[in-house]
């Protein structure tokens, strides 16, 4: 059974930092490409970021410079630095099982405000 736990969100002031993890179980983790995707009030799934198995990252253009994903395969955990956070990036973070099916933990809520 697959199983991500999202860790890591809460509240940070504007032009902060934070580092969400995923613990991951239930699957081969260090054959897997891994997914962060956020959900913003009122607004649609944006997909942001994945790593591959051999730890080649893509961005959406949007995410690229402020968000930088990486992965530990010993620990099956994939994380997703955020810096210079502004309001427009509060939402519920997900990672996902980037590989059909695809897989979705919980969600970690974060907000960025003063």
């Known amino acids: 059974q697959v199983q991500l736990v999202e860790s890591g969100g809460g509240l940070v002031q504007p032009g902060g930092s934070l580092r969400l993890s995923c613990a991951a179980s239930?699957?081969?983790?260090?054959?897997?490409?891994m997914s962060w995707a956020r959900q913003a009030p009122g607004k649609g799934l944006e997909w942001m970021s994945g790593i591959f198995s051999d730890g080649r990252t893509y961005y959406a253009d949007s995410m690229e410079g402020r968000f930088t994903i990486s992965r530990d395969n010993a620990k099956n955990t994939v994380y997703l630095q955020m810096n210079s956070l502004k309001p427009d990036d509060t939402a519920v973070y997900y990672c996902?099982?980037?590989?059909?099916?695809?897989?979705w933990g919980q969600g970690i809520q974060v907000t960025v405000s003063s």
């Open positions: 996902a099982k980037a590989v059909s099916p695809w897989d």
């Open positions: 239930g699957f081969t983790f260090s054959m897997s490409a």
